[in-house]
């Protein structure tokens, strides 16, 4: 059983959309990860968000670590096909981390 | 500089049979992490070892164990192959012994048990 429930599964959108992609836990992390795979790869880390609250942008994606560190959420603004892949994301508590399903996300040129 | 590097990429065992998946780190991190991604599923963190210690263990039989080498590299053994052990092995290696540092993943083994 997963311990971080992502939403939605799957998502398919045109090049240009806007989407965001979630995370929810009902425990509480001391930090959040964000990471992109690849059909076939390993997952690469986007991001780490470690305060409640916290907003962190890079580029075209924005993300979000909830005020009470249970909960985050991924934006994406003008979705390209090169963003389409898997996206994780992963809590970290203590010396033990935990994945969610994934999001699988697909951008149609 | 090289990345993380598994191997082998795939392999094809029967069930009963034993498998060792292997996995060297960046150069300079100490600590390398396993783990399980069923198709369809995020990973499952199997185990982490740091300065060829054990540092952490996830909720897997006693079939699986690891070890980690004085050059910090490391392998997974599996025994007693099960139809459910078929997956994307998984590698991450990280400079420090914590999991909010950054974790590197290698591209995984992929294992079919038949």
């Known amino acids: 059983t997963q311990l971080l429930e992502q939403s939605p599964q799957f998502l398919s959108i045109q090049e240009g959309e806007n989407l965001t992609v979630y995370c929810n836990s009902s425990?509480?992390?001391?930090?959040l990860q964000w990471y992109r795979q690849e059909p076939g790869e390993g997952p690469v880390l986007l991001v780490t968000?470690?305060?409640?609250?916290e907003v962190k942008k890079l580029k075209r994606l924005t993300f979000q670590f909830g005020d009470a560190r249970k909960d985050s959420s991924l934006h994406i603004t003008a979705a390209q096909p090169g963003d389409t892949g898997i996206y994780l994301c992963?809590?970290?508590?203590?010396?033990?981390?935990?994945f969610g399903a994934g999001t699988r996300l697909t951008v149609k040129p | 500089d090289a990345g993380v590097t598994q191997s082998p990429t795939h392999l094809i065992k029967t069930r009963g049979q034993h498998v060792t998946l292997r996995c060297s780190p960046i150069?300079?991190?100490?600590?390398v992490s396993w783990y399980q991604q069923v198709l369809g599923q995020g990973p499952q963190f199997i185990f982490q070892?740091?300065?060829?210690?054990?540092?952490g263990r996830g909720n897997f039989p006693d079939r699986f164990s690891a070890r980690q080498f004085p050059n910090y590299s490391s392998e997974l053994n599996v025994n007693a192959l099960l139809l459910g052990d078929s997956a994307l092995y998984l590698c991450?290696?990280?400079?420090?012994?914590?999991?909010?540092?950054?974790?590197?993943f290698g591209q995984g083994t992929r294992l079919t048990v038949v």
């Open positions: 991450a290696s990280r400079s420090g012994g914590y999991m909010n540092t950054e974790a590197f």
């Open positions: 425990s509480v992390f001391s930090s």
């Open positions: 968000v470690v305060t409640g609250g």
């Open positions: 992963a809590g970290v508590s203590g010396n033990d981390m935990r």
């Open positions: 150069s300079g991190h100490k600590s």
């Open positions: 070892y740091y300065e060829k210690e054990e540092r």
